[in-house]
């Protein structure tokens, strides 16, 4: 039977066909594999991290691959080719869904270390005019290298999305990707509103975490510590979304951690998420995921008489 | 379950001055074409491919820091290693006549696929094809597996003097028919190769080779425009090979900046 189910939804003003975006940092390196991903039936794409200048990141091994364990740790370390690079390939990715008539929703995802190079990072990548900017404020995996995360406090959070806001046009919304490592992800996240943001990411991957090889006893990451991703990360992500929304159910979350199937997307909605981030589960399930989720959901939402995401978007918080 | 599998090294092969094999002391449950990630602790990790199953074979070319690192280990030693990876080259179904070309290190990729083809009664024809006499490579081994060897060298030191494509379109020519047509080596080659056979209308599959971060298919860092070598390939057949944006023409190093071949 077709389903009737409308899986439309909309994130500050960008309108998205369908709630599944793929998070950042996942498949997100270059124009041709994101529109392969568009392909795949993904409502938004997320661009790969890019920073101003290019990053090498870390040795190999840069994953620790438990998924069928229900978990995976990674520390790529922000290798990417500069701002520069990833704003041709953004625009080289536009062309390529235009192309093929799919116009999938991009989010650019920037990084930095300082509040004023957020600022010019978004500045810099919103030149390849993308739906929207992403400030990873919560990378875990580049500690040793920049002390604790941005998005630890509420002050540096809402500085950098202050400085980023200031130079990107009005017209591109800015989300802002936090990490469930916080007391209190709310403060955080209405520090960043109140700075600007248009929306919040939530969550970035969690801990870090460890795996030791028992065998070699050595630690497996190049840099030892890798953020834990994977249907583990799952209940933080609920948590942390669900809270968000309920200090400000008027913004927009991109609720994202350990979501593989229509039903984790569901609980995700529910929390309050307006659309969904999936990273790990392209690998889990494949890149074919996005579909996938999509038709559990419809089915999902035929079989309890719902017919559009509206209906279920904060539901538990009723 | 295990994060890496660990055995020891129980014998090591000098396939010529700058290629040595290592046999390990295991075995996996592989298929021609796979590969594994190579780990050294603390050093870094990379992918090899599959060159015999049972028990596990990787060959070397010193080529860089790792490949020297591997060059250092002694028999009795360990390595670890997780996988196999990737997809496998696939035999047509009824086929009777295979090509193998293998260009350089690119030759001992195709070492399995050949024990695959002579256990399923598939006459082989393989090239052989190196820079110099001094790089030929497992010629013997191939002869060993029942395939009629042909060897072809840029400076014509030994066998026929020229590339490996023009040395199969040589073979096409006298009248040679293959039910399919595989090939390894560098990029360049295995284009010439893959066009060669597309104008021919002979199935072919080659094996792509990119930096590689995750292996799995989730950095994308070895995107080869539009498909990852380590999640979708390492093998595509000629044609798909065709429709990625970067074959033949580019890769990319870790960081995703592009490099012409």
């Known amino acids: ?318 | 379950m295990a994060y890496y599998s660990t055995a020891k090294i129980k014998e090591l092969r000098e396939e010529n001055y700058r290629v040595r094999s290592l046999v390990l002391d295991c075995q996996v449950n592989a298929k021609p074409g796979q590969f594994v990630m190579v780990w050294l602790p603390r050093f870094d990790e990379k992918p090899m491919c599959v060159v015999n199953e049972d028990p596990l074979t990787i060959s070397v070319a010193k080529v860089g820091p790792f490949t020297e690192k591997l060059f250092e280990l002694k028999q009795g030693e360990r390595l670890s290693f997780r996988g196999p990876y990737g997809n496998s080259f696939t035999l047509p179904e009824g086929a009777k006549k295979i090509l193998l070309v293998g260009g350089g290190y690119g030759v001992a990729a195709l070492n399995f696929l050949a024990k695959e083809a002579k256990s399923k009664g598939i006459e082989t024809t393989m090239i052989v094809a190196a820079r110099s006499k001094q790089d030929v490579i497992l010629e013997k081994e191939f002869f060993d597996k029942g395939a009629k060897v042909f060897v072809s060298t840029d400076d014509g030191s030994a066998g026929f003097k020229g590339r490996a494509h023009q040395l199969a379109e040589k073979l096409f020519e006298e009248g040679n028919k293959f039910d399919c047509v595989y090939a390894v080596g560098p990029e360049k080659m295995m284009e010439a190769v893959a066009r060669l056979c597309v104008e021919k209308k002979f199935p072919c599959q080659v094996s792509l080779e990119r930096y590689m971060g995750c292996g799995v298919g989730l950095c994308g860092k070895c995107d080869a425009g539009g498909k990852i070598v380590c999640g979708d390939g390492p093998i595509v057949s000629g044609e798909q090979a065709f429709q990625l944006s970067e074959f033949g023409k580019t890769h990319r190093d870790t960081m995703g900046h592009k490099h012409n071949w």
Not at chain 1, 22 to 47: D, F
Not at chain 1, 97 to 126: D, Q, R
């Open chain 1, 1 to 318: 039977m077709l389903s009737l189910a409308d899986l439309s939804t909309s994130i500050a003003g960008v309108q998205l066909r369908n709630p599944t975006v793929l998070a950042s940092g996942i498949l997100g390196t270059t124009a041709h594999i994101m529109a392969r991903v568009a392909s795949e039936g993904a409502g938004a794409i997320t661009s790969k991290s890019a920073s101003l200048a290019e990053r090498k990141g870390h040795p190999n091994p840069i994953v620790v691959d438990q998924v069928a364990k229900g978990w995976m740790l990674n520390a790529v370390g922000l290798s990417n080719p500069g701002i520069e690079e990833k704003t041709e390939e953004i625009i080289e990715y536009k062309k390529l869904v235009k192309e093929s008539n799919l116009n999938t929703p991009i989010i650019a995802s920037v990084f930095a270390s300082t509040a004023k190079e957020f600022g010019e990072a978004a500045e810099a990548i919103s030149r390849a005019k993308p739906n929207a900017i992403e400030l990873d404020e919560s990378c875990p995996n580049v500690e040793d290298e920049f002390g604790s995360l941005f998005c630890l406090s509420e002050k540096n959070a809402a500085k950098a999305v202050e400085e980023a806001r200031a130079r990107v046009p009005n017209n591109i919304p800015i989300f802002a990707k936090l990490s469930p490592d916080v007391p209190a992800i709310e403060k955080i996240a209405s520090a960043c509103v109140e700075a600007g943001a248009n929306g919040i990411t939530a969550v970035n991957t969690a801990g870090p975490g460890m795996a030791i090889d028992i065998e070699r006893a050595k630690p497996i990451l190049a840099n030892k510590y890798g953020g834990l991703s994977g249907p583990a990360l799952k209940p933080l992500a609920i948590r942390s979304v669900y809270r968000i929304h309920a200090a400000l159910p008027e913004v927009p979350i991109i609720g994202t951690g350990g979501v593989f199937t229509g039903e984790d997307a569901i609980e995700m909605l529910m929390a309050g998420a307006s659309a969904v981030g999936i990273g790990t589960a392209a690998y889990g399930r494949g890149p074919g995921v996005f579909a996938k989720v999509c038709t559990e959901i419809s089915e999902w939402m035929d079989s309890h008489g719902y017919s559009n995401l509206k209906e279920i978007i904060g539901k538990a918080h009723q």
